[in-house]
């Protein structure tokens, strides 16, 4: 076989599968109006949504539940918490600055999440404010830390 048909062969099959890019924005621009906390609260639903589409286009994906570490707790959304829920004061408090969330994982432990920007918020730094669609590493992106795999 020569080297012009293999070329070939292997752009079509990168021509035909839908970029893991394109599907995420294509995801969350039907999840979400033009403001971005549409998907405040939603990651669950929309790694969901997210993580069937990828198969649907030939990928292996499973949705991860875990933390997001964050800097500045916003006080109203953990209003409703009571210590009862937590072993003590401490954990609760804990929770707070690492609060649970959902994303999309590749077989290759690629992070995929459509509603990452819910959290600038409450991050300090401009620098490490997150886009509105987050696809790296755990490395490049370690305020994720993955609890379950489903």
């Known amino acids: 076989m020569n080297v012009e048909i293999i070329i070939m062969n292997w752009y079509k099959k990168s021509q035909q ?7 995420a924005f ?8 033009a403001n971005s906390d549409d998907l405040r609260a939603m990651c669950l639903d929309a790694s969901k949504t997210l993580k ?9 994906a499973v949705v991860v539940q875990g933390t997001f570490a964050i800097d500045i ?15 003590d004061e401490e954990q609760m408090n804990e929770a707070q600055y690492s609060p649970l ?13 459509i509603t990452a920007d819910q959290f600038n918020d409450e991050i300090e730094s401009e620098v490490d404010y997150m886009q509105p669609i ?3 590493t755990y490395s490049q992106f370690p305020r994720y830390k993955a609890l379950r795999k489903n």
């Not at 599968?17 to 599907?23: D, M």
């Not at 294509?26 to 109006?33: A, E, F, P, T």
């Not at 916003?74 to 829920?85: I, K, L, V």
């Open 73 to 87: 707790p916003d006080p109203e959304m953990y209003s409703d918490w009571e210590e009862d829920d937590f072993e």
């Open 101 to 113: 969330h959902y994303w999309v994982e590749l077989n290759d432990n690629t992070i995929i999440d």
């Open 17 to 23: 599968k839908e970029t893991v890019q394109a599907i």
């Open 52 to 60: 069937q589409e990828l198969i649907k286009s030939g990928y292996r």
């Open 134 to 136: 987050t696809i790296g």
């Open 26 to 33: 294509r995801v969350r621009s039907l999840l979400s109006s």
